[in-house]
């Protein structure tokens, strides 16, 4: 990664109709980008405009990062997060960040994370896993002795999806890659993270370890529990 890539949002550009909705929206906006302009991260992370809210999680390589949860007056790119379940993660990592058992985990090391843009010239995707652009990067970089673990992360609805699913092999493929690279400071893994609770996944045979072994995390258990264990199997 570069200052300069790509994958780096360097502006978001917004299309706002042209009533009093829109111009109570564009309002709260540019109220928004002064505050992260001055680098007022709390204050910003309290932002809303009615169904459209800011995640300023600032372990994320740039912010804000946007929810909209309902209908707006406006169209915005990049996207904003289209599942409940990118912002659940987003949210659910920067509380674990900050307890006492996300600390002891994470150690010495930073820990930078980056929204994955899911085309190939700018994302970074899988060929092998069905074309699958995850849709968060997450490192955990040791600052003294330049090793990095580098995760490649998807929350998604698993209730339907066959346990077959190539996406679900990804977890393999990166172990093979990092063997290609053959880089002793570099570890790779991968994971996803259902917003499906293990109950009510159909096509299912297995026992929820039996997934949690494919690096598969169940969201509905709760931040503190499965990112401890997703922490625990990057480590």
Same mark, same amino acid.
């Given at each position: ?158 209730? @339907?999806?066959? =346990?077959? $699913? #190539? !996406? %679900?092999? *990804? ?6 890659? @990092?063997?290609? =690279?053959? $880089? #002793? !400071? %570099?570890? *790779? ?47």
């Amino acid at each position: 990664m570069k200052e300069e890539d790509d994958a780096l949002l360097k502006v978001y550009h917004f299309e706002i109709e042209n009533d009093s909705d829109g111009e109570a929206y564009e309002k709260k906006i540019k109220a928004l980008q002064l505050l992260v302009k001055d680098g007022k991260i709390g204050e910003a992370s309290q932002w809303n405009a009615g169904q459209m809210v800011a995640i300023c999680f600032d372990r994320h390589l740039y912010y804000p990062l946007f929810a909209i949860e309902g209908a707006v007056p406006l169209k915005m790119r990049p996207l904003s997060f289209d599942a409940p379940g990118e912002v659940q993660f987003v949210r659910d990592l920067e509380t674990f960040y900050e307890s006492p058992i996300g600390q002891k985990l994470i150690g010495k090391r930073s820990l930078y994370l980056l929204r994955n843009a899911d085309t190939k010239a700018k994302g970074l995707g899988f060929a092998l896993a069905g074309n699958f652009y995850p849709d968060f990067l997450l490192w955990l970089v040791d600052d003294e002795t330049g090793e990095q673990w580098l995760n490649f992360i998807d929350p998604k609805g698993l209730r @339907q999806m066959n =346990l077959n $699913d #190539p !996406k %679900l092999g *990804l977890y393999k493929e990166v172990k093979v890659l @990092q063997k290609k =690279l053959g $880089d #002793p !400071k %570099l570890t *790779l893994n991968a994971f996803i993270i259902s917003g499906t609770q293990f109950a009510s996944l159909l096509n299912v045979s297995c026992k929820q370890a039996d997934l949690e072994d494919r690096n598969v995390l169940f969201m509905p258990d709760g931040g503190p529990v499965y990112l401890k264990k997703m922490f625990e199997r990057i480590a």
